[in-house]
């Protein structure tokens, strides 16, 4: 039972061009979304994250959106840099709860 | 500030034999949760402790596999008798504890443990 779905596994874009990663979720209890970036053998780093009373978060050049409706976010890189490639990880929780949930992620290739 | 502390990096084991995995949170959290991630999957949730409780242990194999996190030293997760579907890697993470028992939404990961069975 899959409850956060990560549909493209990879997704490669032009450097300097804006790179737009996709969520969706089943479960309306979750409440709280995160997005994380890995590197090949590292440890998942945090990056951005949303309440579901927003539908909107910016840092620099990370923005997430939110669809509560729709139950889907997505996460904007704007502008795409090499140093962007990544597998990156959208996870999920309850605000009442402890567990992340994680999507299977996203490979981005920026290329330069 | 040191962030959160995994050893080993990489454990070898043989079917049979035993695997012990150390984690030592970010100093000031005492939440700490293990995830395992299997080979092209998601991180998938096995077990949440706080000193010297198992809160939530509903991720975690019913069999073989433990975990515990002392009053003092760093939080271990025992897997008993390998075998070879253990072979993955293993991440820990870890939040702090927010007053009046509200939980931190981020976790912060260490850089895993890949176990590899032969």
């Known amino acids: 039972d899959q409850q956060v779905k990560q549909n493209s596994p990879s997704l490669s874009v032009q450097e300097g061009r804006i790179s737009i990663l996709n969520c969706d979720y089943t479960n309306s209890m979750f409440d709280y979304f995160l997005w994380y970036k890995k590197y090949p053998a590292e440890g998942p780093t945090f990056l951005i994250s949303i309440s579901s009373i927003k539908d909107k978060n910016e840092d620099g050049r990370f923005t997430v959106f939110l669809n509560k409706s729709a139950k889907h976010l997505s996460l904007h890189i704007v502008p795409s840099q090499p140093g962007d490639s990544a597998v990156y990880f959208c996870?999920?929780?309850?605000?009442?709860?402890?567990?992340?949930?994680f999507g299977t992620g996203t490979r981005l290739a920026v290329r330069p | 500030n040191a962030g959160v502390m995994q050893n080993p990096r990489h454990l070898v084991r043989r079917r049979g034999q035993e695997a012990r995995l150390r984690c030592s949170p970010m100093?000031?959290?005492?939440?700490v949760y293990w995830y395992r991630q299997l080979p092209e999957e998601g991180l998938k949730f096995m077990v949440y402790?706080?000193?010297?409780?198992?809160?939530?242990e509903s991720g975690m194999p019913k069999e073989r596999f433990s975990a515990e996190f002392p009053k003092e030293g760093p939080s271990i997760l025992r897997i008993q008798q390998v075998v070879r579907g253990d072979s993955a890697a293993y991440f820990c993470?870890?939040?702090?504890?927010?007053?009046?028992?509200?939980?931190?939404?981020?976790?912060?990961f260490g850089a895993g443990t890949r176990l590899s069975v032969l």
């Open positions: 100093k000031g959290h005492s939440h």
């Open positions: 996870a999920a929780k309850k605000s009442s709860g402890d567990k992340l949930t």
């Open positions: 993470a870890s939040s702090p504890a927010l007053a009046g028992g509200r939980f931190e939404n981020i976790q912060y």
């Open positions: 402790l706080q000193k010297e409780n198992i809160i939530d």
